[in-house]
């Protein structure tokens, strides 16, 4: 189909999902635990560099409490993905920086 670029589809519902992963406090093996989604596809997810099913989608956007439209959304130049403080669970313990790298 022309002027559509999967791979850059793939790499902004990628960063989303991290990001907002990350504003959850949750690990991928966090993820991989509550969802039985694989770390190393969470990996690839996240890198953009893999095909990912709707059901998968679906899953990952409720465990990081966010709608599914936005994780595609695309951030301005400079700018991460904004997330509702509401939406952050504060119960959970931050994590050492190695976790989130």
């Known amino acids: 189909m022309p002027g559509v670029d999967s791979a850059e589809v793939r790499a902004i519902f990628g960063r989303n999902v ?3 992963r990350l504003a959850q406090r949750l690990r991928q093996r966090d993820v991989h635990l509550i969802t039985g989604i694989a770390q190393s596809h969470i990996s690839e997810i996240e890198k953009g560099t893999c095909n990912i099913a709707i059901d ?3 899953k990952l956007a409720h465990i990081v409490k966010t ?3 936005r994780l595609f959304k695309p951030a301005e130049p400079g700018e991460e993905m904004e997330l ?3 939406e952050v669970d504060p119960r ?3 994590r050492s920086k190695r976790w989130h790298e």
């Open 18 to 20: 991290h990001q907002a």
């Open 67 to 69: 709608p599914l439209w």
């Open 92 to 94: 959970r313990a931050p």
């Open 56 to 58: 998968t989608m679906v």
């Open 84 to 86: 509702d403080p509401d």
